[in-house]
Nanobody
């Protein structure tokens, strides 16, 4: 079955950087659009970033644009989220997600319902 396993979360200070990883298995990774979402305490889960199947297109939430970078390694079934200049508002559980549609053209998904598969999440805590 499909498994998405996130890693790399932890406790950091404001201004620090962190890289999250997501290992995918049980799916044809190179045909899935991938994404990262997060859920802060007391809040609903929200979109962070998504990336096209070849890695040449990406989309970001306004709140992370310019600080976070999503990337993927199709040879190793991995997707990453590089997070720089972390702020206390970035504190959340971060989830990796997979959308089985390859999405040609310029569109990339940003809604939870578009993603069929989800990991268990990795917690990121940013202290100020």
């Amino acid at each position: 079955q499909v498994q998405l396993v996130e890693s790399g979360g932890g406790l950091v200070q404001a201004g620090d950087s962190l890289r999250l990883s997501c290992a995918a298995s049980g799916l044809t990774f190179s045909t899935h659009t991938m994404g990262w979402f997060r859920q802060a305490p007391g809040n609903q889960r929200e979109f962070v970033a998504s990336i096209g199947v070849s890695g040449d297109r990406s989309q970001y939430a306004i709140s992370v644009r310019g600080r976070f970078t999503i990337s993927r390694d199709n040879a190793n079934n991995m997707v990453y989220l590089q997070m720089n200049s972390l702020q206390s508002d970035d504190t959340a559980v971060y989830y990796c997600a997979a959308d089985p549609l390859p999405h040609s053209g310029t569109y990339l998904p940003t809604f939870e319902v578009e993603f069929d598969y989800w990991g268990q999440g990795t917690r990121v805590t940013v202290s100020s």
